[in-house]
């Protein structure tokens, strides 16, 4: 059975995603950097699907292998979920340190590469690849430079790499703004109960993986309106 690697799957996004494939019965490979957090998902999950948990920094090397290596002989689904957003409060860019712009390039645009690079010989044909991106890859709001040109430099290694590889289905997603830890530091002190929690974002996620739609980017908002 082919597997689907998510990262990220300790919560937000990822662990609602993973909710909705394991209630699929898909076999997943789940990851994230707080062991705790981890093995509370991988626990919830193990009762509906099989799950193997991988708990660990996709910055390293070791860990990306191992994750990779865990999903056995076929991938079907990699799911790019796991991010960082950077300093908090977010800094303007006259004021942005440097090596913090570059810790976050390597979180969220050079380690989903490096695990696509991974796993693509797992790949089966016409499988999914979804790098979550955000609209701060697209618009320019102060503050967001350094999140926001990390995105979109992963914007375009999607596009690039969807070029390279018309066998596959590769997407740029936007889940929208989310009621998430991640959004939360985004505004710290901010009430930010209004945001839609992730599960709503799962639906539009599910049209991409479950559907015929071809690489590119999308919103998953707008997702549940295109038949898949």
Do not use: C
Not at 48 to 75: C, F, Y
Not at 137 to 148: C, N, R, S, T
Not at 187 to 201: A, H, T, V
């Amino acid at each position: 059975m082919a597997s689907a690697i998510v990262t990220g799957a300790s919560r937000g996004l990822g662990l609602a995603l993973a909710r909705a494939l394991a209630a699929r019965r898909r076999s997943l490979v789940i990851d994230a950097r707080g062991e705790q957090d981890l093995e509370t998902a991988r626990a919830e999950l193990a009762a509906m699907t099989e799950v193997v948990a991988v708990a660990g920094d996709l910055t390293r090397e070791s860990h990306r292998r191992a994750l990779v290596a865990a999903a056995g002989d076929e991938v079907d689904l990699l799911v790019n979920n796991a991010g960082g957003l950077g300093p908090s409060p977010l800094p303007r860019l006259e004021h942005y340190p440097l090596d913090r712009l570059e810790e976050l390039y390597r979180v969220n645009t050079l380690a989903p590469l490096r695990l696509i690079q991974l796993a693509l010989p797992l790949l089966s044909r016409r499988a999914a690849i979804l790098n979550i991106t955000s609209d701060a890859a697209v618009e320019a709001y102060e503050g967001w430079g350094g999140y926001g040109s990390s995105k979109a430099a992963l914007e375009q290694l999607t596009r690039v790499l969807a070029a390279e590889h018309p066998e596959l289905r590769v997407y740029s997603v936007d889940p929208g703004d989310m009621r998430t830890r991640m959004h939360q530091d985004a505004f710290p002190g901010e009430d930010i109960s209004d945001r839609p929690l992730p599960e709503q974002s799962v639906p539009g996620l599910l049209a991409l993986i479950d559907g015929e739609l071809p690489s590119g980017r999308y919103r998953a908002s707008e997702l549940v309106e295109v038949p898949a």
